[in-house]
């Protein structure tokens, strides 16, 4: 997606500059009480090929799409116009919020799930990510995953999806890394996730293995105090 030899990460790439091919989506409507993107959702296909993902997510009997495709080779495709509404959310709540569809943008990541994201892909969404957040004013913040705000119904895109790499370029909001809280019992636990955005309904054990698919993807068992640090904002010193 750049010119050979050259890294776009730091910069703010150009809609040119990162030549998405359209590939126009039937599957689209308006936004509704005329809302604008304010977060982006990331999506895994959990198709075989991007191109069989391509075609799902512009066939209008599956009633499914997004605003746009990476193919593992970090071919970008776009499918419904940023001002439009896609298909990619459903029902789930973030912040609060519902009709997430209204709200963001959605980008498909072609992967299935179970194997590391391609680099190249990586490469194209760190190019797409900021030339969005720019679009529409969307902070760091405004970056989730299809599981945080869908929790128990998705677990895309999973835990193979690398959020550190994102967080790095200020392209996800970072991880706190201080003390956890004094009180480390599910409903302090609880309140740090729904201060955290995760507001949607979940049970105790859901709501575990939703902060851990993001953060802390290799861990097992009960809660505990470490489950709590990245969501606790890092402190600013006086
Ligand atoms: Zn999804």
Not at 190 to 219: M, V
Request: net charge negative.
């Amino acid at each position: 997606m750049h010119a050979a030899g050259t890294q776009a990460r730091s910069a703010v790439p150009s809609q040119t500059e990162l030549s998405p091919i359209w590939h126009p989506s039937p599957n689209f409507g308006p936004r509704r009480d005329s809302l604008k993107p304010s977060l982006i959702v990331l999506h895994y296909t959990a198709m075989s090929s991007a191109q069989a993902a391509l075609t799902r997510l512009c066939d209008p009997q599956y009633e499914v799409s997004a605003h746009y495709l990476i193919g593992a080779d970090g071919t970008l495709w776009h499918m419904v116009q940023e001002t439009d509404r896609a298909w990619h959310a459903g029902a789930g709540e973030w912040m609060g919020q519902s009709d997430i569809n209204s709200r963001s943008i959605g980008i498909e990541l072609d992967n299935r799930g179970d194997h590391p994201f391609s680099d190249p892909l990586m490469t194209s969404l760190e190019a797409l990510l900021p030339a969005i957040m720019t679009r529409w004013n969307i902070p760091e913040t405004g970056i989730i995953g299809h599981s945080d705000m869908a929790p128990g119904r998705k677990i895309d895109p999973g835990p193979r999806f690398d959020w550190l790499r994102l967080e790095r370029q200020a392209l996800a909001a970072s991880r706190g890394n201080s003390a956890p809280p004094q009180d480390t019992s599910p409903a302090s636990f609880r309140a740090c996730t729904q201060a955290a955005g995760y507001t949607a309904d979940a049970n105790d054990k859901t709501l575990l293995s939703t902060i851990r698919l993001r953060y802390r993807p290799w861990a097992t068992g009960p809660l505990t105090a470490e489950d709590f640090i990245p969501l606790i904002p890092p402190t600013t010193s006086a």
